[in-house]
């Protein structure tokens, strides 16, 4: 499985596998995921304001 796919997966803009395991730590796993995903992308965003308006 790529990368993005994973990405995708994580951020609800794909569909999970149907094969693949789903337990309750799959499931926690996924939240921290989506969450330094979508951190990570803030303080990017943050960093490049910074940059553009310095």
Do not use: C
């Not at 609800?12 to 499931?27: F, G, S």
Request: aromatic share 12%; proline share 4%.
């Amino acid at each position: 499985m790529g990368i993005l796919r994973q990405i995708a997966e994580y951020l609800y803009l794909r569909k999970k596998d149907p094969d693949a395991p789903d337990t309750q730590w799959v499931k926690y796993m996924h939240g921290i995921n989506r969450l330094s995903i979508i951190l990570f992308l803030v303080a990017m965003i943050i960093i490049v304001l910074k940059l553009i308006f310095k």
